[in-house]
């Protein structure tokens, strides 16, 4: 169809018209000399970084004040408060603190004990009926405490699997087949022991178990969780070598005044560290060890101080002569004559006597926090086993004290943390030891090379 010319102006008004407006709404050209502006971003908030930390105390009380204490109106609740007025009045003892750190959702363990080894296998019983040992067992004695604990998203409960275990060891009892000849010896250990998965609030002291001890007495022991958050340095350390520098530390003091400066500072190592200095000056508390490693992030480092301890594990028993026996049988030769044998040592083992400790540290991107996984640990020996029914014609056998802990924790770069208590071990029973009395404090102090 033919269009006039005055249509063919309108459509080609209208078109234009349309290309402008398609025009204006296209995104202007960008200029290449002017830069563009990125939106703000809202800095990200760091994720604050804590520790978890228990304060572990054993109290000895009469039975008849602990049911007491029950009876009253919100007894447990006020239990604490009733044992520590006890121990101030000097009818209950504090016979156990221990303090250990480490990281939500690990499992971190501490030994206060003394390594007894007991026979296990005997060999047939000579013409004299004296059995001899051949293959021996180990039993850990003290106080070990083992503790993972889950942080509530509250910040407030604690989800902890624990386990506290004490071991004391009762002395060796006789063992007899034949009420006439010495016979055999079996070990008695007395073990109170507490498996448990608990929630637990912040800061609260908690009663986790109690055992009864002997007539009349009972073993109360609570547990006091914190967290400690990890204050990040106002600006990170400069980096030289890039190496991470561990210095660990340990002090020991009276009991009653370690444990008085725990609950005092337990919040603030720096704090607990400043006042030990002046009793370490008066010798109230001993600086019981001192060492330093440096080594690259994500690299494992060992230290140690130690004596090597060799010591007998497999024995020959002694034998009797024996004449010549022959064979009833022509096909079969018979046993030769063989003298008399003493006892013998057929294997050995050693053991390190003093402190070694292993770490694995790793840096933040930052370069703020230092993350170490550690294994602290002092060995002593301890004696060969003694004990009145201990024959003399039995082997020499070892013990071995242990102060142990194996943890990780995060610290601020450049700062001290108390990483754990490392005790003796208490009243074991093992070789005659008494409670020394004494609580060991090991700090770790973490710095940027």
């Known amino acids: 169809m033919r269009q006039s010319r005055g249509t063919m102006k309108l459509i080609t008004s209208l078109l234009f018209v349309l290309a402008v407006v398609s025009t204006a709404q296209e995104a202007p050209k960008k200029d290449p000399f002017i830069k563009d502006k990125k939106p703000a971003v809202a800095p990200q908030p760091t994720e604050q970084v804590a520790n978890v930390t228990f304060l572990l105390e054993t109290f000895s009380v009469p039975q008849a004040d ?4 029950l009876e009253m109106p919100e007894g447990l609740d006020k239990l604490h408060a009733q044992v520590l007025a006890a121990v101030k009045a000097g ?5 156990g603190c221990h303090f250990a750190s480490g990281k939500g959702g690990t499992r971190f ?13 005997w060999d047939a019983a000579g013409e004299n009926g004296l059995q001899y040992p051949v293959a021996f067992e180990m039993t850990q004695t003290g106080d070990r405490l083992e503790i993972e604990p889950t942080v509530d998203p509250s910040k407030s409960m604690l989800e902890v699997n624990h386990s506290f275990e004490r071991v004391r060891f009762g002395g060796l009892r006789a063992q007899k087949a034949d009420r006439t000849q010495p016979g055999a010896v079996v070990a008695d250990f007395h073990e109170q022991r507490a498996l448990s998965d608990a929630s637990l609030v912040v800061r609260l002291p908690a009663l986790v178990n109690a055992h009864g001890t002997g007539p009349g007495q009972m073993s109360l022991t609570f547990l006091t969780p914190r967290l400690q958050p990890v204050v990040r340095p106002a600006r990170a350390e400069q980096r030289g070598a890039g190496n991470i520098v561990l210095t660990p530390r340990v002090i020991s003091l009276e009991r009653v005044r370690a444990w008085e400066l725990l609950r005092q500072h337990a919040e603030d190592s720096a704090a607990l560290l400043t006042a030990l200095k002046p009793i370490l000056t008066d010798g109230s508390a001993v600086l019981e060890h001192l060492s330093m490693l440096r080594g690259k992030p994500g690299v494992r480092t060992k230290s140690e101080a130690v004596k090597k301890h060799f010591y007998g594990t497999e024995f020959d028993p002694p034998a009797a002569a024996r004449a010549d026996e022959p064979s009833d049988d022509p096909k079969k030769s018979g046993k030769q004559a063989r003298p008399a044998t003493q006892a ?3 294997s050995f083992n050693c053991r390190p006597i003093g402190f070694t400790w292993e770490s694995e540290s790793v840096l933040s991107p930052d370069g703020a926090i230092i993350d170490v996984n550690i294994m602290f640990e002092r060995t002593t020996f301890a004696g060969n086993l003694a004990d009145p029914l201990w ?3 039995y082997p020499d056998y070892p013990v071995f004290a242990c102060q142990k802990i194996t943890t990780g924790v995060a ?11 490392l005790n003796p071990p208490g009243d074991t029973g093992v070789n005659g030891r008494k409670d020394e009395g004494r609580v060991w404090l090991l700090f770790l102090e973490a710095t940027l090379e």
Do not use: R
Request: hydrophobic content about 35%; cysteine-free; proline content about 3%.
């Open 91 to 95: 009818k209950a003892t504090l016979d």
């Open 66 to 69: 602990f049911a007491a204490w």
């Open 109 to 121: 363990t501490l030994e206060s004990v003394d390594e007894v080894s007991y026979p296990s296998e």
């Open 411 to 421: 610290l601020a770069a450049g700062s001290t943390h108390l990483l754990s208590t």
């Open 344 to 346: 013998g040592t057929t």
């Open 391 to 393: 024959n003399e014609h």
